[in-house]
């Protein structure tokens, strides 16, 4: 029983367009949501995060959306560069409740120049 | 500022052996984290400290051992490896909990077991 999909395995993009990666969660009680990115032979970096008390968090281009009615939270990379090319992971936890948060899948995101 | 360092980068082990995968941050952090990452799947936590002498399982603890005598140091014990245990582990340190900071990786140990 996955709480956290990635249903995406694998995106491709044109270089200056949008990239939206998606996740989708099955546990109302998931209140701070992460994303990391992964580039290969390296470990993933914190890329951005939300708590639920917003629906919307920027820094620079990327933007994190967190819908809470539809357990989904999705990412935005405006304009994509070819350097976002990496693997994406989305990590959910409960704010205060122990440390074993959840990680997506990922999703392969391919930005062609 | 070297960050989360793990240590080998690569092992080959043969079924039955056992080996010890190192891990140390320099930056002072009281969390630290091991997690494993099979093909197509998310991270998985092996178990975790929240301090210097205090360890706990996580969601996969079974045929690892872990110990925290230092702040700086957190090694992850394989006693008899398994096929099973073919992996990419990943170590992390965080200065607060889960729920209020996020982490920070080292670079992987890849360990095939045969």
């Known amino acids: 029983d996955q709480q956290v999909k990635q249903n995406s395995p694998s995106l491709s993009v044109q270089e200056g367009r949008i990239s939206i990666l998606n996740c989708d969660y099955t546990?109302?009680?998931?209140?701070?949501f992460l994303w990391y990115k992964k580039y290969p032979a390296e470990g993933p970096t914190f890329l951005i995060s939300?708590?639920?008390?917003?629906d919307k968090n920027e820094d620079g281009r990327f933007t994190v959306f967190l819908n809470k009615s539809a357990k989904h939270l999705s990412l935005h990379i405006v304009p994509s560069q070819p350097g976002d090319s990496a693997v994406y992971f989305c990590?959910?936890?409960?704010?205060?409740?122990?440390?074993?948060?959840?990680f997506g899948p990922g999703t392969r995101l391919s930005v062609l120049p | 500022n070297a960050g989360v360092t793990q240590t080998p980068k690569f092992r080959i082990l043969k079924i039955g052996q056992s080996m010890t995968l190192q891990c140390t941050q320099d930056?002072?952090?009281?969390?630290m984290y091991w997690y494993r990452q099979d093909p197509g799947m998310g991270l998985k936590l092996i178990y975790y400290?929240?301090?210097?002498?205090?360890?706990d399982k996580g969601e996969v603890p079974n045929g690892y051992n872990v110990s925290r005598s230092t702040t700086e140091d957190f090694p992850l014990r394989l006693e008899l490896a398994a096929p099973s245990q073919t992996s990419v582990y990943f170590c992390?340190?965080?200065?607060?909990?889960?729920?209020?900071?996020?982490?920070?990786f080292g670079n992987g140990t890849r360990l095939t077991v045969t």
């Open positions: 992390a340190s965080s200065s607060r909990d889960r729920g209020n900071s996020p982490l920070h």
């Open positions: 546990n109302s009680m998931f209140d701070y």
């Open positions: 939300i708590s639920s008390i917003k």
């Open positions: 990590d959910l936890g409960v704010h205060n409740y122990g440390q074993n948060f959840v």
């Open positions: 930056m002072n952090h009281n969390y």
């Open positions: 400290s929240v301090g210097a002498g205090i360890t």
